[in-house]
């Protein structure tokens, strides 16, 4: 089976690329302002920030490798739900017999 290539969405990579781009442009700005005793701190500060942003991008990507329907789990965790889905035995015995007149054919 051939898998189908989709356009790349330049729009979500750019929206991601774009924080960085602004903070390494605020870091070189802003590099000589700063005394050097706190420049260590600030960088560290800064690192800590950018980490903790990202953190929801990796846990999400994470949780789709783990759950996602390319995984083992979560192939069969759809399995399950469909069939799961479907009537219990006891509601399709009382539908058959509220039936029992309209389902004859002949």
Known sequence: MQSETKPKDWTNTSASLAPTLLGAAAGVAIGE??????????????????????????????????????????SRRTLRSIRDSGADAADLELLEADMDDELFIG
């Open 33 to 74: 302002l700063v005394k050097n005793e706190s420049r260590k701190p600030l960088a560290l500060g800064l690192v800590c920030l950018g980490a903790v942003a990202l953190m929801p991008s990796v846990v999400d990507t994470v949780v789709d490798l783990i759950n996602g329907p390319n995984s083992r789990r979560g």
